[in-house]
C-alpha cells in the first residue's frame, strides 16, 4: 500500500515556464514533507521541506505548497532551467524517530 | 559537505553468492540506511541503525542483513543473491536536530548490483 504517491511518472515543460509536480499521501500521521531531486548516476539530494503546521515553504525558485485537508501537496519551480530536469521523490515522514516514506517519483524535463 | 560513500559504483554477481555492500560516511552521523531504488516502485526501505551495533528493519528486510559495527560504517549483506535482488541500492545518513531525527537524508551515489 503505497502510502505516498506520485501519480504522474513523467512531465514536460519549457525553459522559464512554471513545472508544478504533484504528491498524494493517506496517511494522517505524516507531519514533515520533502522534495528530492536525483540525477542519473547520482544519489538524491535533499531539495525542500515543510512542516504540517505550514502551507506553505519557499526557497527560491522553488516552492513547496501543502494541503494537509486534501493530503496533498506540491513543489512549484519558477522559471523551470534545463539544469532542473531530473526525478523528483515527495517523502513523508510522522517525525521524531520515524521513518521517511518516499513516493516513486517523477521524471521532469525542462526542455530549452 | 556531507559525503556518504558506497564502495562500488557497479557490481556483477552469480545467483547464491554472498554479497557485502558497504558504506561510510564522514559527518559523525547517528543514523544510516538503506534503501533500494526500482523502477516504478520508487526507494524502499531495506534497514536502518540509529547507533552502533543497533539495527531495525525497515519495508523490504527480507533477505537482508546489515552490520553497524562503528559509527561511520553500515554494511547490507545479501546471504544468497537471488536475481530479484538486481537493483540500485542507495546509502544515506542523517543526524539528529534539537534531540529530533532529521528527516534531511545525505546520500551516497548508489550501488547498481546486478545478480545474474
Known amino acids: 500500500d503505497q502510502q505516498v504517491k506520485q501519480n504522474s511518472p513523467s512531465l514536460s515543460v519549457q525553459e522559464g515556464r512554471i513545472s508544478i509536480l504533484n504528491c498524494d499521501y493517506t496517511?494522517?500521521?505524516?507531519?514533515?514533507f520533502l522534495w528530492y531531486k536525483k540525477y542519473p548516476a547520482e544519489g538524491p539530494t535533499f531539495l525542500i521541506s515543510?512542516?504540517?503546521?505550514?502551507d506553505k515553504n519557499e526557497d527560491g525558485r522553488f516552492t513547496v505548497f501543502l494541503n494537509k485537508s486534501a493530503k496533498h501537496l506540491s513543489l512549484h519551480i519558477v522559471p523551470s532551467q534545463p539544469g532542473d530536469s531530473a526525478v523528483y521523490f515527495c517523502?513523508?515522514?510522522?517525525?521524531?524517530?520515524?521513518?521517511?516514506?518516499f513516493g516513486i517519483g517523477t521524471k521532469l524535463q525542462v526542455i530549452p | 559537505d556531507v559525503k556518504v560513500t558506497q564502495s562500488s559504483r557497479y557490481l556483477v554477481k552469480r545467483t547464491g553468492e554472498k554479497v557485502f555492500l558497504e558504506c561510510v560516511q564522514d559527518?559523525?552521523?547517528?543514523?544510516m540506511f538503506w534503501y533500494r531504488q526500482d523502477p516504478g516502485l520508487g526507494l524502499r526501505l531495506i534497514y536502518f541503525?540509529?547507533?552502533?551495533?543497533?539495527?531495525e528493519k525497515g519495508d523490504i528486510p527480507e533477505g537482508y542483513s546489515v552490520s553497524r559495527e562503528k559509527k561511520e560504517r553500515f554494511s547490507l549483506i545479501l546471504e544468497s543473491a537471488s536475481t530479484n535482488q538486481t537493483s540500485m541500492y542507495l546509502c544515506?545518513?542523517?543526524?539528529?536536530?534539537?534531540?529530533?531525527?532529521?528527516?534531511?537524508?545525505?546520500f551516497g551515489s548508489g550501488t547498481q548490483l546486478s545478480v545474474l
Open positions: 544515506a545518513s542523517s543526524s539528529y536536530e534539537n534531540r529530533v531525527l532529521s528527516e534531511k537524508l545525505f
Open positions: 496517511n494522517s500521521m505524516f507531519d514533515y
Open positions: 515543510i512542516s504540517s503546521i505550514k
Open positions: 517523502a513523508a515522514t510522522p517525525g521524531g524517530y520515524q521513518k521517511v516514506t
Open positions: 559527518m559523525d552521523h547517528e543514523n
Open positions: 541503525s540509529y547507533d552502533v551495533k543497533m539495527k
